[in-house]
């Protein structure tokens, strides 16, 4: 999967011209692709020196903020969306900032390397962690502090009493929705406060 195709299939789930808050924004180019090609706004929230340089460079708003502290400078219901991409496995408190992610905004995107897929199934039989494209790290030096896969994350939602309203998982540039949990090495899901 290239990083490309997730951006677009992310954007398509973005409608145009929304309010958006992207947690764990990296280099803000999601958020810039959203700002020029879905007409949106909003602020990306980041923590490392060099990409809140490289938002700012860009000229995506954004603000520095550990993710794990929470987001109470945000009123309730503030974004349309709020993304978490490839953010969710560098987070210590899932479930509170699942919960944030649903009372800032009215609906929230996630994106995630997804633990069940296939291919980390054969290397864990193996006997070994997996290191792949989506998992680039070995065990000893990933900045994941956490894996997970699309049916336990699907588990949380419900636990929470968020509201699903998509998931699928992406391989290849495709989606998947026939047994994505195990074919897909990204899952997406959207989800909305049941409020």
């Known amino acids: ?4 195709y997730l951006m677009q299939v992310i954007a398509d789930m ?14 803000g180019a999601l958020l810039d692709h959203l700002i020029q090609h879905r007409q949106c706004t909003g602020y990306g929230v980041e ?5 809140v340089l490289a938002c700012t460079q860009r000229g995506v708003s954004v603000i520095q903020l550990n993710l794990d502290e929470g987001l109470a400078m945000f009123a309730d219901a503030s974004f349309d969306v709020v993304l978490q991409i490839d953010t969710l496995q560098h987070l210590h ?3 509170i900032m699942l919960r ?5 905004g009215r609906l929230g995107i996630v994106a995630f390397p997804n633990f069940g ?17 989506r998992l680039p790290y070995e065990w000893y030096n990933t900045p994941n502090i956490r894996v997970t896969t699309a049916t336990d994350f699907e588990v949380l939602v ?10 699928f998982g992406i391989e290849n540039n495709q989606k998947l929705t026939w047994f994505s949990n195990l074919r ?3 899952a997406v899901f959207s989800f909305t406060n049941q409020k």
């Open 1 to 4: 999967m290239s990083d490309l």
């Open 14 to 27: 973005v409608p145009v011209g929304a309010r958006v808050l992207d947690l764990g924004c990296g280099d």
């Open 47 to 51: 923590i490392d020196d060099a990409n």
């Open 93 to 95: 408190n899932t479930e």
């Open 100 to 104: 944030e992610t649903a009372r800032v």
């Open 117 to 133: 897929h296939w291919s980390n199934r054969l290397a864990i039989l193996r006997g070994r962690m997996p290191v792949n494209q």
């Open 158 to 167: 419900k636990h929470t009493g968020l509201k699903l309203q998509d998931q």
């Open 184 to 186: 897909a090495g990204t």
